[in-house]
């Protein structure tokens, strides 16, 4: 039953996607109350009513969609580390990250997206980005390529000798040393700046608007959709011991998703120089 869901068009799951951002996220964009908002480990780590019913909504309408299947969801992991332990199981599983960008999304900012990937045995067979405020839509199945509302994308290489524009982890999430990895990025040849939304840095990755990433956090929910979109696209991903990047954990970090393999090295190499 599950090669023949994936085998399909799965256009059903696009629309749970466009259903869940309809009913629970659009209604609250920029009309979002106080008690709506509230900190988790802190001022930057916030979450709304929007991200937790829509991540409901996402659970209820997906494992409707692929019996058997499980979810791993941010705001559920929040609730019970031990949910993501299921990206290491047998049961294919939904990862999902209800609003990327909640920061932008507080501050009535269109940068902000939904975020779905489908997975089995931590292999990404499937993803889903929907920017519900510019009503984008990016899908990459496994094989298959990727598409920005149903046009194939292509990431592309940089021209020779350009200027490299990457997106980097934000400071207010990065540790010292963390920090000090990432001034690599600070080089000449390389225009690195804070991330937005994780998983519209991978999409303009993916369309060639956007050189590379550099990441050195984990969580499944804010990667494994860019991460397929990207190599779908043509790019490549790597972590800094040159493994390409497990979304059930134990990387090497910080890691980079490129348009092409040489643009990946480039930054490779500057974030080593960096520690």
Not at 103 to 113: D, K, L, S, T, W
Not at 138 to 152: C, E, H, K, M, Y
Request: hydrophobic share 45%; net charge negative.
């Amino acid at each position: 039953m599950f090669d023949d869901f994936l085998a399909g068009d799965l256009t059903e799951v696009e629309e749970a996607v466009r259903a869940a951002a309809a009913a629970e996220i659009m209604p609250r964009y920029r009309q979002l109350a106080a008690h709506e908002i509230v900190e988790k480990s802190g001022p930057h780590d916030l979450v709304t009513t929007a991200d937790r019913l829509a991540e409901e909504h996402l659970t209820a309408s997906l494992t409707r969609l692929l019996p058997g299947s499980v979810v791993v969801g941010e705001e559920a992991v929040h609730a019970d580390p031990r949910v993501y332990d299921a990206l290491g199981g047998e049961a294919p599983v939904w990862i999902v990250d209800p609003v990327d960008g909640t920061r932008q999304f507080v501050r009535g900012e269109p940068g902000f997206c939904t975020l779905v990937a489908l997975a089995h045995r931590g292999e990404l067979l499937a993803s889903w980005t929907y920017a519900a405020a510019l009503d984008e839509m990016a899908i990459a199945v496994r094989g298959r390529g990727a598409t920005i509302d149903g046009v194939p994308m292509r990431s592309g290489s940089p021209e020779p000798g350009a200027v490299l524009d990457v997106a980097m982890s934000h400071p207010d999430y990065t540790s010292d040393a963390q920090k000090r990895a990432l001034l690599g990025l600070r080089s000449e040849g390389i225009n690195a700046y804070p991330c937005g939304s994780a998983g519209l840095e991978y999409l303009a990755v993916a369309r060639g608007k956007q050189d590379a990433v550099a990441f050195n956090w984990e969580y499944a929910w804010d990667h494994a959709a860019g991460l397929l979109l990207v190599t779908e696209a043509g790019g490549t991903q790597v972590t800094l011991s040159g493994a390409p990047f497990r979304i059930t954990g134990g990387n090497t970090l910080p890691f980079t998703a490129a348009r092409d393999a040489a643009t990946a090295d480039r930054i490779l190499e500057a974030l080593r120089t960096g520690r």
